[in-house]
């Protein structure tokens, strides 16, 4: 799966890169910032929503938000695919979990660059995607972190044992030169934000980041 993360394209011309990568993208990655769980502000509800009817693809919303338990199940049902939140963020990543499966969406379990992925990996039969930063959340245009992939094996292990029907995707720095790594590593998911929005042609560095995820 790859997903260009929005948080590269042009904010005042969002349908237009919605439109670039509809015959290439799997899923649409929407980073939502509070500035209180990181220190940024992107965009909220009003602008998802407005996604949701401006695109048919399934958008895949990671909240970098303080207090998931009350905002995140307002995105499932507003109608977004997946719903990520960080498990930084909450005390009850089940509860929150339950809800927005509850609410019709898929639920994400994000984890930021200095959390451990073992403490989670219990719970991971509550989500359907697990988010591993490979840099630290709340901006684009990082360099990837090669040594959180480490969390990526560890997962991947966990999902092949416990059979789990869980997606593992990356998010950060994934590009020409990363990608193949975060795959072997065990990734099946892919956000890239520069990668795409930062080529000439965003639907071709989709094609490109496929081919070498062997996706
Ligand atoms: C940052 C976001 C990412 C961001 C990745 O916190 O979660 O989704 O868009 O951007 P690149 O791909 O440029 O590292
Ligand atoms: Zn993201």
Same mark, same amino acid.
């Given at each position: ?15 237009? !890169?919605?439109?670039?990568?509809? /015959?290439?993208?799997? =899923? $649409?990655? +929407? ?11 992107? *965009?909220? #509800?009003? +602008? ?14 990671? $909240?970098? @938000?303080?207090?998931?338990?009350? =905002?995140?199940?307002?995105? !499932? ?7 990520? &939140? ?9 509860? +929150? ?11 994400? $379990?994000? @984890? /930021?660059?200095?959390?451990? #992925?073992?403490?989670?990996? /219990? @719970?991971?039969?509550? &989500?359907?995607?697990? %988010?591993?930063?490979? *840099? ?11 040594? %959180? ?14 059979? $789990?029907?869980?997606?593992?995707? #990356?998010?950060?720095? *994934? ?12 990734? /099946? ?10 080529? !000439?042609?965003? !639907?071709?560095? @989709?094609?490109?980041?496929?081919? %070498?995820?062997?996706?």
């Amino acid at each position: 799966m790859i997903a260009p993360s929005l948080l590269a394209a042009d904010f005042a011309r969002l349908a237009e !890169a919605c439109e670039q990568v509809a /015959d290439d993208a799997d =899923w $649409l990655h +929407v980073d939502v910032m509070d500035n209180h769980f990181v220190p940024n502000l992107t *965009i909220g #509800v009003p +602008v998802v929503k407005s996604l949701v009817a401006a695109t048919n693809l399934p958008l895949d919303c990671h $909240l970098m @938000i303080t207090d998931p338990k009350r =905002w995140a199940v307002g995105y !499932a049902e507003l109608g977004a695919y997946n719903v990520t &939140f960080h498990a930084e963020a909450t005390s009850d990543p089940v509860g +929150v979990a339950r809800d927005l499966r509850a609410a019709g969406s898929k639920a994400g $379990l994000a @984890i /930021d660059r200095d959390t451990p #992925v073992e403490p989670y990996l /219990d @719970i991971l039969p509550e &989500f359907d995607t697990l %988010l591993i930063m490979t *840099i630290k959340a709340g901006f684009g245009g990082q360099s990837f972190i090669p040594e %959180l992939l480490d969390k990526v094996r560890t997962a991947r292990h966990a999902v092949r044992t416990g059979h $789990l029907e869980l997606r593992i995707e #990356v998010d950060g720095g *994934i590009a020409d030169d990363t990608i193949a790594a975060a795959a072997e590593a065990g990734a /099946d998911a892919f956000v890239a934000g520069t990668a795409v929005y930062g080529a !000439a042609d965003p !639907a071709k560095a @989709i094609r490109r980041l496929r081919g %070498l995820a062997g996706d």
